[in-house]
């Protein structure tokens, strides 16, 4: 558990491929519409063209997010791109975006998968808060269509491309008040309130991508195995991330003082509309304050949450003084819990 008060969002960006796949497009490759929609709740995604990378999708969604905070490139310290699909395994993609903009700013990429973005978030928030940055720039993006077996016709209908951004920086408005008071929760300072990281690695297996790393090489035989796209055992995750939301959103909620009436906006990983349901339910937040972009974009594994966010900014659902739970869970296995104070 941990808390970073005295932080601000100060804009939100997003960016996803013009491509959209239906699931009447997928049924083309064998894959069955109805049970999709049944079973997981989504419509369609975005698949990046052949040309695009991780790093161009990160780019849109920074230049949205900083025009949208009124800051320039060359005003960011820091730079975290929460990502498993980068677009090489080195030099890191973060600095491929740091090329891009033009920024004057260390950079570096998160990898924890859908909890990226929320692990990205925390660490940025602590170079705020101990003063040794003023604008971090924290980016969750994936092309989770490189992925996935198109063969395997349960697991490649989840996924989708996408990005978000969020720009942080101290709460100005709480610039001169005393680290005694900045820990309450009375609405006066923006930040994070409570927060949780965990992993569980002995459920590794449950979501994983076999050959590819040091452990299994690419070779002829591990590609003809399938070896290189993403396996999942399904049904063992969505009890896993059930729980572990459930456990972790009442720690974190505890932590901070705040029950679930109090909160203005939910958002959770959008994996599956089914783990969504369950989970809030077993919380106690309406349907009304869950915010659910899944049916149009499916699993954008570390873009998933900033998207989301961006989109809630957008729409006028939260607005300073709010109080936003935001849970990214995944491949690790690991997560990442936490309640902002907009």
Same mark, same amino acid.
Not at 12 to 41: H, Q
């Given at each position: ?7 601000? /969002? ?25 049970? /999709?929609?049944?079973? =997981? ?40 791109? %929460? ?40 660490? %940025? ?34 996924? %989708? ?23 309450? =929760? ?7 309130? @409570? ?17 590819? %790393?040091?452990?299994?090489?690419? =070779? ?51 994996? #599956? ?7 809030? @339910? ?10 659910? #972009? ?49």
């Amino acid at each position: 558990m941990g808390r970073v008060p005295g932080i601000k /969002i100060l804009g939100s960006g997003a960016f996803v491929p013009d491509n959209v796949v239906t699931n009447d497009d997928l049924a083309a490759l064998g894959c069955d519409s109805e049970w /999709i929609v049944r079973r =997981t709740g989504i419509l369609q995604r975005r698949h990046a063209t052949d040309d695009q990378a991780t790093s161009d999708l990160c780019y849109e969604a920074a230049v949205r997010c900083l025009a949208d905070a009124g800051v320039s490139a060359d005003e960011v310290d820091l730079i975290l791109v %929460g990502t498993i699909t980068p677009d090489h395994f080195t030099p890191s993609t973060a600095c491929h975006l740091q090329r891009r903009l033009g920024a004057f700013a260390a950079a570096m990429d998160v990898g924890a998968a859908c909890a990226g973005f929320m692990y990205a978030l925390t660490t %940025g928030a602590q170079f705020i808060a101990t003063g040794n940055a003023k604008r971090v720039l924290v980016i969750g993006a994936d092309l989770m269509s490189r992925t996935v077996n198109p063969d395997d016709k349960k697991t490649y209908p989840l996924f %989708g491309d996408g990005a978000g951004a969020v720009l942080i920086g101290p709460d100005e408005s709480a610039a001169e008040r005393s680290g005694d008071d900045l820990a309450d =929760t009375d609405g006066q300072a923006a930040g994070i309130l @409570s927060y949780q990281l965990g992993s569980e690695g002995c459920g590794g297996e449950m979501l994983c991508i076999p050959a590819g %790393g040091t452990r299994l090489p690419l =070779t002829e035989e591990t590609r003809r195995d399938g070896l290189q796209y993403l396996r999942m055992d399904g049904r063992n995750v969505f009890k896993w991330a059930v729980r572990v939301f459930d456990e972790s959103a009442k720690d974190v909620l505890q932590a901070a003082g705040i029950g679930p009436d109090d909160l203005s906006m939910v958002i959770l990983h959008q994996a #599956n509309q089914r783990i969504i349901d369950s989970a809030v @339910s077993d919380l106690g937040v309406p349907p009304e304050k869950v915010f659910v #972009n899944l049916d149009r974009y499916g699993n954008t594994s570390g873009a998933s949450i900033p998207l989301a966010l961006d989109e809630a900014f957008k729409q006028g659902k939260i607005a300073a003084g709010d109080y936003v739970l935001l849970c990214g869970f995944g491949s690790g296995l690991a997560w990442g819990t936490a309640l902002l104070r907009i």
